[in-house]
């Protein structure tokens, strides 16, 4: 644990830097928050701006706002005029997220919807350049079946925790890790798209519509 820390401290040291409106969220969210380790933080953020920037989406879509640090980050790499949806099941917070959108940077790109994630899928209409997965474990899979045919041919969805802590080569059965191991079999069998998991953090696929 303590060289996990001290390379995470390194790389943080070594990529550019988490601006501070995205420190100080990160931050509160540290303090604030139950399961603050679902909050995307510096590394990954940094990556999801990069990775927005090279796939230069006019139209993305987020499931799973939790305090909209992963939000904040696409719409920091897509350009003017683009549009980011993001889905959040808890309406606790709907009111402090549209106050952070309207007063972060990029953050007039961002709509968010309140609801179920997989219900709202089906009446957001396509098509989609872009879709980050970050939501119920349990439903990757149906997640994935329903966004695949609402993504352009060339689009991309990347998945977040898809190495669940290393559980899904460990003899877990709880059903998230289920979950996670069946969208992550189910993506391998799909010739219709390419992937790759990257170990970064808990896992994080990358996938390409064909």
């Avoid at 303590?2 to 995470?8: A, D, G, R, V, Y």
């Avoid at 790109?109 to 219900?119: F, N, Q, R």
């Avoid at 669940?164 to 069946?182: H, L």
């Amino acid at each position: 644990m303590k060289m996990e820390e001290e390379l995470q401290e390194y790389i943080e040291n070594h990529i550019s830097a988490e601006p501070p409106h995205l420190a100080r969220l990160y931050r509160r969210t540290q303090l604030t928050r139950l399961y603050p380790r679902m909050c995307s933080g510096h590394i990954q953020g940094r990556m999801l701006k990069m990775l927005t920037q090279m796939i230069s989406p006019a139209r993305v879509l987020e499931l799973g706002t939790f305090t909209g640090y992963s939000a904040l980050c696409m719409a920091e790499g897509m350009k003017p005029g683009t549009e980011l949806h993001t889905v959040e099941i808890d309406d606790e917070y709907a009111d402090d997220l549209r106050e952070l959108f309207a007063a972060s940077p990029g953050g007039e790109k961002i709509s968010l919807h309140i609801g179920d994630a997989l219900e709202l899928v089906r009446e957001l209409p396509g098509p989609w350049d872009l879709v980050f997965i970050d939501a119920n474990k349990r439903h990757y899979s149906e997640y994935y079946k329903a966004l695949l045919p609402l993504v352009a041919p060339g689009g991309y969805i990347i998945a977040d925790n898809t190495l669940w802590s290393g559980k899904v080569t460990e003899n877990c059965s709880d059903a998230q890790t289920e979950g996670i191991r069946s969208f992550n079999d189910l993506v391998a069998s799909d010739p219709a798209v390419e992937k790759v998991i990257l170990p970064l953090r808990d896992g994080m696929t990358l996938i390409r519509k064909l």
